[in-house]
């Protein structure tokens, strides 16, 4: 068996803190504001990957399997925005992103461009897995069975792409560097949503 850390993640999501079971209850009460914070999510993974793509040209493998998936996070932000409207329901603006915003503020900001490198993928790395995570227990724990099957369509895809940003990582970093900062990232991010309040209207 490979030792890879895709090859890990690929069986176990890995996140040390499963989501309160509440959550669910509250997201599927609060479904308009649900649906407009999983829009905006769509849309910064998608611009996200842009920026990644524009930072590090000369990457070629990053640049070549992050342009499909810009297209994949638009058309996940366009199929939420049909959901809306089918549903006469609003987009409504940006909401401030507290988890990100936490997650933001445990990336490298100095040291080598490497460590700033491979923080910025395992941030996605880690925002992919939770937003998985989120849509499996709504694809379980919504009690409309449409929903369920909306939401098991991003949780699939999630999850191919938080193993995909792993094996970025593990593509241009050594695979002991690569497991010894996930594995930081994966402590901080229980204490993040550890400290964080349960509300139904974000996504995180
Ligand atoms: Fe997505
Ligand atoms: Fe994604």
Not at 23 to 35: F, K, P, Q, T, Y
Not at 63 to 83: D, K
Not at 141 to 151: C, H, P, R, V
Not at 157 to 186: C, N
């Amino acid at each position: 068996m490979s030792d890879d850390l895709s090859h890990h993640t690929k069986n176990i999501l890995g996140l040390q803190l499963p989501t309160d079971p509440r959550w669910v209850d509250l997201a599927g009460i609060s479904l308009e504001a649900i649906l407009t914070d999983h829009a905006y999510c769509e849309q910064k993974a998608a611009t996200t990957c842009i920026s990644l793509i524009q930072k590090y040209p000369d990457r070629e493998k990053l640049v070549f399997e992050l342009a499909p998936i810009v297209a994949e996070e638009w058309g996940h932000f366009r199929l939420v925005l049909n959901e809306l409207k089918k549903r006469k329901l609003k987009l409504g603006s940006q909401r401030k992103d507290i988890y990100v915003n936490k997650l933001l503020a445990f990336q490298k900001k100095d040291g080598h461009p490497d460590d700033r490198f491979l923080d910025r993928l395992l941030t996605m790395a880690l925002i992919e897995a939770r937003s998985c995570e989120r849509f499996k227990r709504l694809s379980e724990g919504l009690a409309d069975t449409y929903l369920q099957q909306f939401y098991r369509r991003f949780m699939e895809s999630e999850a191919g792409h938080y193993t995909l940003f792993i094996d970025l990582a593990e593509t241009y970093m050594a695979k002991p560097v690569v497991r010894k900062r996930w594995e930081q990232w994966l402590a901080y991010e229980s204490d993040v949503m550890n400290d964080m309040e349960i509300r139904g209207d974000r996504i995180h």
